[in-house]
């Protein structure tokens, strides 16, 4: 891969990083929970990595060509959101020092972000679309190692810029309870707003 083709690809990935969606309504609601911003991310980053790898194995293209398969991807991701997204509204999170539940363990931030990227089928369909276009079949390097690298590239600026926006959200909210509550909220009418939009396509269809 030439440094070109790299920059080029890294562009296109960040304009997709920067747009807020789910990923990003996961994040602002970790950053008002003590601690939760780390493991929130790193289950984010999963479930890109996930993506990754499975594009790269090309089970991607087979799946793709497979409308229940992805038809039931969708479903179970827009679900998930719809879920997160009326829990984040019944519930606004607040930043408050302290919080330790078992209900609020790192393991749970890790898996739930894992599902809110993993079980997106835009980031899967982006990757799908996205990686392929940007590797060389003449480079030394075999294409599968060329999308891992260009996926770990991906992921790298997503734990920049999704980690800024976790600390931020506390750093901005934690004095102000009550903007917290609406942005939480905010960050669940998101959820469910992309959820819709999914089950919505699938209707369609």
């Not at 060509?65 to 679900?79: E, Q, Y």
């Not at 590797?135 to 790298?156: F, K």
Request: charged content about 10%; glycine content about 8%; some cysteine.
């Amino acid at each position: 891969m030439t440094l070109s083709i790299v920059a080029a690809f890294w562009a296109v990935s960040f304009l997709f990083i920067i747009t807020p969606g789910a990923d990003w309504a996961y994040a602002i609601s970790a950053g008002m929970r003590e601690r939760r911003v780390a493991p929130a991310v790193a289950g984010l980053l999963s479930g890109h990595l996930l993506a990754t790898l499975i594009v790269a194995a090309g089970i991607g293209a087979l799946l793709a060509k497979s409308p229940l398969i992805m038809s039931l991807l969708t479903l179970a991701g827009a679900l998930y959101l719809l879920w997160l997204g009326i829990g984040m509204i019944r519930q606004p999170s607040t930043p408050q020092a302290g919080q330790a539940q078992v209900a609020d363990s790192w393991f749970r931030w890790v898996w739930k972000g894992t599902c809110v990227s993993g079980m997106n089928p835009k980031v899967f369909l982006l990757f799908l679309a996205l990686l392929p276009q940007f590797t060389d079949p003449l480079s030394t390097w075999p294409v599968p190692a060329q999308i891992m690298a260009l996926g770990a590239l991906h992921g790298v600026s997503c734990a920049v810029v999704y980690l800024l926006v976790g600390f931020s959200a506390r750093a901005v909210l934690q004095t102000r309870p009550g903007a917290a509550k609406n942005v939480s909220r905010v960050s669940g009418a998101v959820m469910i707003i992309i959820a819709l939009i999914l089950l919505a396509e699938q209707v369609l269809h």
